[in-house]
């Protein structure tokens, strides 16, 4: 499955610094949901400091996640179920002062 991954307001710095990636995920015969994808995520591509953007099972507090420009609250969440060429956007809004 196609997905475009972007990655805002500092969570970049934790991939590498890069702020768009685009993926394919296995077709290993399983629905792949937001909660499936941060397990990869963490796994594949979180370069540093994964406290910082994965908490339990889901992002951390105080980071926002997009889906297609529509918050993914309103998407069902972690159970959100992707769709080929989705696009992910991770917000940090957690800044040092």
Same mark, same amino acid.
């Not at 507090?61 to 918050?71: E, M, R």
């Given at each position: 499955m196609h997905l475009t991954l972007e990655f805002a307001g500092g969570a970049e *710095? *934790?991939?590498g610094k890069q702020k768009l990636q685009t993926i394919d995920l296995p077709?290993?015969?399983?629905?792949?949901?937001?909660?499936? /994808? /941060?397990?990869w995520i963490r796994e594949n591509l979180l370069r540093e400091r994964p406290e910082l953007f994965i908490q339990g099972d889901s992002v951390r507090?105080?980071? /926002?996640?997009?889906? =297609?420009?529509?918050?993914w609250e309103l998407l069902d969440g972690l159970n959100y179920q992707l769709?080929? =060429?989705d696009n992910i956007l991770f917000v940090s809004t957690l800044h040092g002062g």
């Open positions: *710095l *934790l991939f077709d290993n015969n399983t629905s792949w949901t937001i909660r499936t /994808l /941060l397990i507090p105080g980071i /926002l996640v997009l889906v =297609n420009d529509t918050d769709k080929e =060429n």
